[in-house]
Structures are given as C-alpha cells and as structure tokens.
C-alpha cells in the first residue's frame, strides 16, 4: 500500500468544494441541442458579463486576443464512465471525452476576445449554452497551454490534429 | 438595461456550485513555495490518483500523449484584483494572471501522458503541489485547444510565444 494511501481516503470522505460563479454567459445557443459539439468553428458572438464585484480583476484584458473561460455545465444531471460522442459509434471513457456530462461538470474553452465594453466581453468561439455560469477566466498563453501532441487516443484523425 | 439583467441579479444570489474530488494529486512539490510557476519546462514526474469509484472512465486513455488536468488550489486563501506576478514590477489584473488565489480556485494544466497504471497516471509538466484535489481530466486536443494569438497583453514577450 502507497504511503499515501491514508490521505486519500480521507479526500474521499471530505466535505465537498464550493464555488460561486463570478458571472454568466449569454449565448445564441439556447438549449444543449442547440450548441455546436465544439464552438471553434463557429463564427457566432456570445457575452460573458462578468458580475460588477468582480471587474476590477479585468483590467487591460482587452490586451488578449484569446482567453480561456471556464464554466459549468447547469444542464448536466448525472454522468456514464463509458460515452458515445458525435465522432463513432464505439463507447469511450468518459475522461477521454469532451461531454458535459461529468462528476465536476466542468467545462472549459478558449474563446476569441474581440471587444471589452466594462465588465462585458464580446468573444467568438464559445460552446456554452445561454445562462451558463462563469466560473473563471485566464489568460491563453501559447508557450503555457500548448504542447506538440504524439498520440491522440481514438479521437486521432477525427477532428484535425492542427490547429483548424 | 439589458433583458438579461434579472437574470444576472439572481445567480449573484443562488447557492453556491458543488463539487467532489475524483482523485488526489502527489506531486514532488511539497508546498506552495517549491513548485514552478508554470510547470512547462519541469522534468519532474508527479502521480495523478483517481479515485477507484472513478476508475472506469479512464478507459484508453493512455492512447493520449497529453491530458488537460484541472484541479483545486486548496492552499489558496483569498484573492486581489490586481495582482503582481513573478514576470514584472506592475499590478495586472487578476483574470489576465495565472495567480492560484483567484474567485473560483480552479488551476488547469496540460501535461504530458508517460504511462498508465490502472488508477494512477504518471504525468511531466504538472506544477500542482502534493495533495492537490483532483476535478477532472480531459483530453487535450489541438483543434479543439489551440488558438492563434495575435495579442497577449502584458504577457508579450515575457514567456515565448510558441510552444516551449
């Protein structure tokens, strides 16, 4: 047994986290059959309001021409540890997937900035769905998020291995 | 004022988001002072534990070479929304940081997959301390992941603007 075995069972048994959101999203995509799989390619426009408590921690976003926003998914309810998604017919695990449904139902995607009005930003490429809670917001930094990719699992060849 | 603003009024007010650690993060870091500050450029090897209930959706993945890693900064106390960073003198504002002590403290890392061994991923490049809470796990994609930047901000410069 790890050393460490101790500790994580204490985790396991641990109160939960709580967050609170720090804005919302709104979104052309009205309802989860209405988002894209991935908002990459789409060229629709959503809003992020950051909640006015929060916008001093904005400034001079407008700087960033992309940005990394992390949400959380309202509409999940429940979660499979095997999936099928849009690309196959083949059942995947569940963090080998993108699906919103998840035991933290976490979502995250870099989105163009394209304009900051106060504590609204404008941004291109977003999947969430209109009402979406904001939860967090950095900075996209190449040299930080991005790694020269070997093996890409069963998603290989499925959705491009460049940037698109 | 916009149609969404009653909406807006009430998320400030709901409960606050709930979530569970899938898993417990053991790391050569031992505290908050040890580890890098982007993980990037480290050799070192760190653990990820996923909990046993949770082991089942990590189905295949080893067929990846990188993973999206998010976690919860739990030694975080506390935030500001202008904040100094280790790359300059200036006060930047807190979402165009990396700073762990943030509204939501959600940390998220792309590493790089070296070998899987039922419930623990042996990971390079994760700059999560010891004990870190483990949120979720996602494949790291490049078509989906990576944007080209035109601007970043106050960052310009300072980190390299590809990938490392």
């Known amino acids: 047994m790890p050393h460490w ?3 994580s069972n204490l985790m396991e048994e641990q109160h ?3 967050l609170k959101p720090i804005g919302i999203i709104h979104s052309p995509y009205k309802n989860t059959g209405a988002a894209p799989y991935q908002g990459y390619k789409s060229e629709e426009i959503s809003q992020i309001e950051v909640f006015k408590d929060f916008e001093e ?3 001079d976003i407008e700087g960033f021409s992309h940005i990394i926003v992390i949400y959380w998914f309202h509409k999940s309810q429940g979660y499979h540890f095997l ?3 849009p690309w196959d017919d083949s059942l995947h695990g569940l963090f080998t997937t993108r699906s919103p449904h998840r035991p933290c139902p976490l979502g995250l995607t870099v989105v163009e900035l394209l304009a900051r009005e106060k504590n609204i930003l404008k941004v291109k490429g977003l999947d969430a769905i209109d009402g979406t809670p904001l939860l967090d917001i950095k900075p996209y930094v190449p040299s930080i998020d991005e790694r020269a990719v070997v093996k890409s699992g069963w998603l290989e060849g499925r959705l491009g291995k460049g940037r698109s």
Chains 1, 2 share one sequence.
Do not use: I, P
Request: glycine fraction near 16%.
């Open 57 to 59: 921690g904005l400034k």
């Open 5 to 7: 075995q101790g500790l």
């Open 16 to 18: 939960s986290l709580e």
């Open 83 to 85: 999936v099928k998604t």
